[in-house]
């Protein structure tokens, strides 16, 4: 897993390269994956701009998670899945969820994913049907207001709950990915 950045901070870019920065901070510190692309799953966004190189980590940011029929080893028709822990002033501002493969098997009629946080499951995304054909456009999308109640404490973990009609470790197939867009205020 990636370390996270506490602070920003800057390095003399004149006459190197972007790579050779991301190779000499990978090197000096190799749990760290470094990347500057909106579709990257990694916790860091490095920025080069004006001779600088910035580790933000005020920037929202999206982080992936893929979640299969394998992980949902609960026998109970409810699974909660730990996504991360939201840092100390986290703020979540979105959750995209979207399945490639249904989740069915084990006689299931309905399988649905929320995601949310330790007591409110689905505060941050509301039941998504993840037993329905998966398509193009079969997604979900929520984006966030943004309460006192849903800002982050220390110890927050960002959950995805399971609800199906059958125990969870029952299903036989199925495969979603989930991205939420959060920040850490500093």
Same mark, same amino acid.
């Given at each position: 897993m990636a370390t996270t950045f506490n602070r920003s901070g800057n390095l003399p870019t004149s006459n190197v390269t972007r790579q050779e920065i991301y190779d000499l901070v990978e090197q000096l510190i190799p749990q760290n994956e470094l990347c500057d692309d909106s579709d990257s799953t990694t916790d860091q966004t490095l920025t080069v701009s004006g001779g600088?190189?910035? /580790?933000?980590?005020?920037?929202p940011r999206w982080k992936k998670f893929n979640i299969t029929f394998a992980d949902l080893d609960t026998a109970s028709t409810t699974h909660l899945e730990d996504l991360f822990d939201l840092g100390t002033n986290g703020v979540p501002h979105a959750v995209f969820i979207k399945h490639s493969t249904p989740f069915t098997?084990?006689? /299931?009629?309905s399988c649905v994913v929320g995601v949310g946080y330790s007591g409110s499951s689905t505060a941050y995304a509301g039941a998504f049907d993840v037993f329905q054909a998966a398509a193009a456009a079969t997604n979900q999308m929520n984006t966030l207001t943004v309460s006192n109640a849903a800002i982050s404490v220390p110890g927050t973990t960002i959950q995805a709950e399971f609800v199906s009609d059958v125990n969870c470790d029952l299903l036989t197939a199925g495969d979603v990915d989930i991205?939420?867009?959060?920040?850490?205020?500093?």
């Open positions: 600088l190189v910035r /580790a933000n980590m005020n920037v098997g084990g006689g /299931a009629t991205w939420v867009l959060y920040s850490e205020c500093y």
